[in-house]
């Protein structure tokens, strides 16, 4: 079998660079391990070229339009698909499990103010249309005024709409996964493990632990919903055990678990023939 490998452009690898680009070649010398013929291409050399003949399959970590586009017309087995990458721009994430009781209450709104029925802070304000890029994407406010003054900043940056989002009192965790293989680990959070020092706004545990088997089946189902393969988010667990699903995204950097998670997803792409 002959596959085909896109890495991601560092524009949407924010303080992850060195992760993403571990997995992504860690996958890739699995699967040559496994007997397989491995090519890889830059997602802008994609977007330009298109698939090269004789693919049997592709792995991917794109995240740009153009790169999405070519995929989404591709005849062979992709993972992750490109609307499964597209599912998790925060609007479109938000609406998918809006109604599956894993998230906290969540708004979509436009960036011209707060709306009259949002009344619910502290909270989050993020940007809709893509994952997290940039430090501002993702904000937590305080007060209603806070949140205006963050909207007023994402409508300044060309942005129309934002998701609101409740803060849900608890402690961190972060997972990375494989659909149908589970979690390949997970950890309690602590403002130096994120992209951006955001987790210092949740509670920190005195002794952590979590119900592996329920936040394996969140993970699962949520996975499941987005229709996302190869997957990492983060969870609030609250005092009382509940998990929530308080982000969800396409292909992390599975920085504390590359080989055995590489494993895992290289399995998953052959069994997809």
């Known amino acids: 079998m002959r596959y085909l490998g896109i890495s991601r452009d560092e524009l949407y690898s924010p303080n992850r660079v060195g ?57 062979v087995p992709v993972t992750n698909t490109a609307q499964a990458v597209m599912n998790c721009s925060r609007a479109r994430e938000t609406a998918l499990l809006r109604d599956s009781g894993l998230i906290p209450e969540s708004l979509i709104c436009k960036t011209v103010g707060v709306p009259f029925d949002w009344n619910i802070f502290p909270c989050w304000i993020k940007r809709a249309d893509s994952h997290a890029v940039d430090r501002d994407d993702v904000q937590f406010v305080q007060d209603a005024g806070e949140c205006n003054s963050a909207m007023l900043g994402f409508s300044e940056r060309g942005m129309k709409e934002c998701v609101l989002q409740a803060h849900v009192r608890g402690w961190l965790v972060k997972f990375y996964g494989v659909r149908g293989y589970g979690l390949a680990d997970c950890y309690a959070a602590s403002a130096r493990d994120g992209k951006f020092g955001l987790e210092r706004y949740n509670d920190q545990p005195g002794q952590a632990s979590v119900d592996m088997e329920a936040l394996t089946a969140a993970a699962e189902r949520v996975s499941a919903l987005l229709g996302v393969d190869v997957y990492g988010g983060d969870a609030v667990v609250g005092d009382d055990g509940k998990i929530t699903i308080i982000d969800f995204n396409d292909w992390p950097s599975f920085r504390t678990c590359t080989v055995g998670a590489a494993s895992k997803i290289a399995q998953l792409i052959i069994n997809k023939r």
Do not use: H, W, Y
């Open 19 to 75: 992760g993403d680009t571990a997995v992504f070649r860690a996958v890739a010398a699995e699967l040559e391990r496994c007997g397989n013929d491995v090519a890889c291409m830059t997602e802008q050399e994609l977007a330009a070229k298109g698939i090269p003949l004789g693919i049997d399959g592709i792995f991917q970590m794109a995240r740009s339009r153009e790169a999405l586009a070519v995929l989404e017309k591709a005849d």
